[in-house]
Structure formats: structure tokens, C-alpha cells
């Protein structure tokens, strides 16, 4: 288990963490009603297996990490 720092920092991002959860799930059967998709990870990283970050650039070529975007059925 991790040496943990500071609890009241850890327990606020478990509960921001867990609201992500329940609100990406009310939002993903929210958009799918409207023929949309929820996407909310990027896909696995095939060496680690872990998800990547969701990326949007603007015309300046900056990078913003995003949690979820919501994307028509066209894609």
C-alpha cells in the first residue's frame, strides 16, 4: 500500500474519482438515447496495458487532457 501523504488530498480525489464513475455512466446511457457515444479513456497502450489520455489540441498545437468527449454517431 502507498505511503500516503496527505488523507484529506486522498480521500477528496477517491470521492472526485467515484463521481466520475457514476456521472460517465448516467452520461454515456444519456448520449447513446441521442445516437451518440460517450468516450471517456483512450484506448490501451499496448506495453502497459494502460488506458492513454484523452488529447484535444487547439490550433496552436497545445495539448489539453480531457475527461470525456461526446462524439455523433458518424465516427
Not at 502507498?2 to 480525489?13: K, L
Amino acid at each position: 500500500m502507498p505511503d500516503i501523504q496527505n488523507p484529506g488530498s486522498a480521500f477528496g480525489e477517491a470521492i472526485g474519482a467515484s463521481m466520475e464513475v457514476v456521472l460517465n455512466r448516467l452520461l454515456a446511457e444519456l448520449v447513446t438515447e441521442h445516437s451518440c457515444l460517450l468516450i471517456s479513456r483512450g484506448q490501451a497502450n499496448p506495453k502497459t496495458l494502460k488506458d492513454t489520455k484523452l488529447l484535444l489540441h487547439d490550433e496552436s498545437g497545445t495539448a489539453f487532457n480531457i475527461d470525456a468527449v461526446v462524439a455523433n454517431s458518424s465516427l
